[in-house]
């Protein structure tokens, strides 16, 4: 079965500044992988996924991530941080036919003025 | 926007008492779950649904109990809470079978037990 880890239990960066959320995924055939964002009393909201083709991926609110299969990584990135980015962050692994989604402990965002 | 809704969104009650959180989606989705989440934790599968009178047990092993009669609704049943119950429950629903498909979650219900 698949697995995620996500190394940084809670990060603090300043506004303007970039970011990197790691995220680690076992698996051993290729993964559908999926970055989640949830803030203060909500659900969770996908911010972007990859299933396959360009390793580079876009998603909502300026956020990428980059599929690295040699390092078994999915690392979230943004270049400038806002101040309402501020929320959990949440790292999830899926496969082709398997119902099941595994989802990391997720990481914590603060963003300092 | 995610049109998928919970029930109760904040819910305080004591040891022993039934209660049932309701998930319901207006997306048409056949397939729903429920999760169960801790600070820190990852979020784990307690339940999910294939469609209608299909429900399966996820991996976390809960006391909890699900039903599905009807495509939009997808309600969690808890015969006799305890403390050990306290939790957030995320209800969500995909498009698609297995894992390719986007996950939309509802807001969660967050359940204390005295």
């Known amino acids: 079965a698949q697995s995620v880890t996500q190394p940084d239990i809670h990060i603090t960066v300043s506004e303007g500044a970039s970011l990197e959320l790691r995220c680690n995924y076992s698996y051993g055939a290729t993964p559908y992988l999926f970055w989640y964002v949830q803030s203060p009393g909500q659900g969770l909201q996908l911010l972007l996924k990859y299933f396959s083709g360009d390793t580079l991926v876009q998603g909502i609110k300026g956020f990428e991530a980059e599929f690295k299969r040699s390092q078994s990584s999915f690392n979230l990135r943004k270049p400038s941080v806002h101040w309402s980015d501020a929320a959990e962050y949440f790292c999830a692994v899926g496969a082709l036919n398997n119902n099941d989604m595994r989802f990391g402990a997720g990481t914590r965002l603060t963003v300092k003025p | 926007e995610a049109d998928i809704y919970q029930t109760p969104r904040y819910l305080v009650i004591g040891t022993g008492k039934k209660i049932t959180l309701e998930c319901s989606q207006t997306?048409?989705?056949?397939?729903m779950y429920w999760y169960q989440q801790d600070p820190g934790m990852e979020l784990h599968l307690i339940h999910y649904s294939y469609g209608v009178n299909s429900t399966e047990k996820g991996d976390l092993s809960s006391e909890s109990t699900v039903s599905r009669i009807r495509t939009e609704h997808f309600p969690l049943t808890l015969e006799s809470a305890r403390p050990s119950h306290t939790s957030q429950y995320l209800c969500a629903s995909s498009e698609r079978q297995g894992a390719g498909g986007e996950l939309f979650f509802g807001e969660g219900s967050r359940l204390t037990v005295l």
């Open positions: 997306m048409g989705h056949d397939k």
